[in-house]
């Protein structure tokens, strides 16, 4: 399926020479949403993955029927403050200032199998802060998945030594 035919680019968003590529198109139309998830599937299928972490927000839409097809438990990975129990928190710097990451102390166990999953790849910051946060926990990352990646933004220089599939790529 042509998955970028779904996805409306909406330019000067959010903020003037920035060209947005909208998912929630891709989203709208049930079978383009079920074709995502069982590529997905297919692969991770056979890699015994045991967690999938969706990383906030849009890595939850994708992350949940992804660890439901394969039999996987999920954890969000969120913004500080949102989640209510003891939690584990890395910092990451932003092109311009920095942003925290958390996740409950208890959501991955050492050794455990974790594929992570977000909607877009673009400079790798969030991402490989979330690679850091599995890292501490003790989980063994093997893959990080997305929908879309920006390859001029060069995002997966930023998660070496992880497995990078990106459906489609700009």
Request: with cysteine; glycine share 10%.
């Amino acid at each position: 399926m042509n998955y970028k035919k779904l996805i409306r680019e909406v330019p000067d968003y959010p903020k003037p020479g920035i060209l947005f590529y909208d998912i929630t198109t891709l989203l709208q139309d049930p079978e383009a949403f079920r074709s995502v998830i069982d590529e997905l599937t297919g692969l991770y299928r056979e890699k015994k993955i045991e967690k999938v972490v969706g990383i906030e927000s849009r890595g939850f839409i994708f992350g949940c029927p992804l660890a439901h097809q394969l039999g996987a438990g999920f954890v969000p990975v969120r913004k500080p403050g949102k989640l209510p129990a003891d939690i584990f928190e890395v910092k990451y710097n932003l092109e311009y200032g920095s942003n925290s990451l958390a996740v409950h102390r208890d959501a991955i166990m050492p050794s455990e199998r974790v594929l992570i999953v977000d909607d877009l790849l673009a400079t790798g910051g969030t991402a490989a802060a979330t690679v850091n946060l599995v890292r501490q926990l003790g989980g063994e990352i093997i893959g990080v998945a997305f929908l879309v990646e920006l390859l001029a933004l060069k995002g997966r220089d930023q998660l070496k030594g992880c497995e990078v599939e990106a459906l489609i790529q700009y």
